[in-house]
């Protein structure tokens, strides 16, 4: 039964992949940034077990992990965490820049570095959901794009490096998804949510369980996904 390590599984994208690896008998192991937090998910997702650090704090993942114990085996590690604040170039604080360039883009690179040993034992995938973002850029998202753009540089390195032991690596970039960071960036940019107009979270997790369940003589290296009106 292939284990399974999810970032970002308390809401949107995340949550539906680690319910629908669940439903399947998978093992699944969320990160929460805290006790509280992951008693939450573990309750919203049962089966599930937790890990418990914060990308927030990329330093600190390595000090959070040596007091607690481990997943023995890791098949996959789903990176889907990120935060969004829009703002221009000559607006946005340092504060929100350093935030999401440690959550998006530090975080998971820490979070790859510690768990590599394990994906490396099991051959594993790592797959990274971007965004549309980490390919395009427009103004008022010069932070969360530096962020996604140099997530996907990430995945690309890691792909390269660790073709030799067997790690596969994805990189999926959905479009515009009916989740609460979309809600969250529409009252950002001023305008009416309306959810009918985006891709569904089901619909994003149903690329990262294609790309997960590929034979392991192939991999999807990059896919982008858009919403289809």
Do not use: C
Not at 13 to 22: E, H, M, N, P, S
Not at 37 to 61: F, H, K, N, Y
């Amino acid at each position: 039964m292939p284990t399974h390590l999810v970032t970002g599984a308390g809401s949107g994208i995340g949550a539906v992949v680690a319910r629908r690896l669940l439903e399947r008998g998978d093992e699944v192991v969320v990160l929460a940034r805290d006790a509280g937090r992951a008693r939450e998910m573990t309750a919203a997702l049962p089966g599930a077990s937790a890990l418990v650090g914060d990308l927030a704090q990329p330093g600190r993942l390595s000090w959070a992990f040596s007091k607690q114990p481990l997943p023995e085996r890791i098949d996959s590690l789903i990176h889907v965490a990120g935060v969004v604040d829009l703002g221009s170039v000559a607006d946005l604080p340092p504060s929100l820049w350093e935030q999401q360039l440690a959550v998006n883009l530090v975080g998971p690179a820490e979070l790859t570095r510690l768990l590599l040993p394990v994906l490396r034992v099991s051959r594993g995938r790592v797959i990274f959901v971007n965004s549309g973002a980490g390919l395009h850029a427009h103004a008022g998202w010069a932070a969360y794009a530096a962020s996604k753009h140099g997530l996907r540089a990430l995945a690309d390195a890691l792909r390269a490096e660790e073709s030799e032991h067997g790690v596969l690596v994805t990189s999926i970039y959905p479009g515009r998804t009916a989740t609460p960071m979309q809600e969250k960036v529409h009252q950002q940019e001023g305008r009416e949510y309306d959810a009918e107009r985006f891709i569904t979270p089901e619909s994003v997790a149903t690329t990262v369980l294609t790309a997960l369940d590929l034979p392991s003589d192939a991999a999807l290296t990059d896919l982008t996904v858009r919403p289809a009106r």
